[in-house]
């Protein structure tokens, strides 16, 4: 496994949250396919934000680093196993359900394995177009920064 984002850039955009005053971090994956689509995911219906199409993303626990999170989220919520993070493609903030200051920060990944979605979690899947409007006009707006 490789990092294209370094642990100096990772340390960098921690220090940065908390200089903001962010209370949580979350960290998002954009996977794509051969023909370039992105891989969005479903919030279930009974979740907090149910219904809403979203990237691959999750809570980055207390004392985890921010690629290790991202690790983590993608294979819980996909199924998918990380190969590479390649990008640090850009963040934004948000309020939590809880009303906690949220950042969250996207990352393009390489991936293997079988798709395979937590039901808990989500109940759809889709490979999207990059522009595609199902997305909040955050993800939209980081989806635009792709080459």
């Known amino acids: 496994m490789t990092f294209a984002c370094d642990t100096h850039l990772v340390r960098e955009l921690t220090e940065a949250a908390e200089r903001d005053g962010i209370e949580r971090h979350v960290v998002a994956a954009v996977i794509t396919d051969d023909a370039g689509q992105v891989l969005i995911v479903r919030r279930a219906g009974d979740d907090v934000r149910g219904g809403r199409w979203e990237l691959p993303s999750g809570a980055v626990d207390e004392g985890e680093q921010l690629t290790q999170a991202l690790l983590r989220e993608v294979e819980e919520e996909t199924g998918l196993r990380v190969l590479d993070v390649n990008e640090y493609l850009g963040c934004f903030d948000y309020p939590s359900g809880s009303g906690a200051s949220t950042r969250q920060?996207?990352?393009?990944?390489?991936v293997t394995g079988v798709l395979r979605l937590d039901p808990h979690e989500h109940d759809a899947h889709d490979w999207a177009a990059r522009d595609?409007?199902?997305?909040?006009?955050?993800?939209?707006?980081i989806l635009r920064t792709i080459g």
């Open 132 to 141: 595609t409007t199902r997305v909040s006009a955050e993800v939209q707006e």
């Open 105 to 110: 920060s996207t990352f393009t990944v390489d």
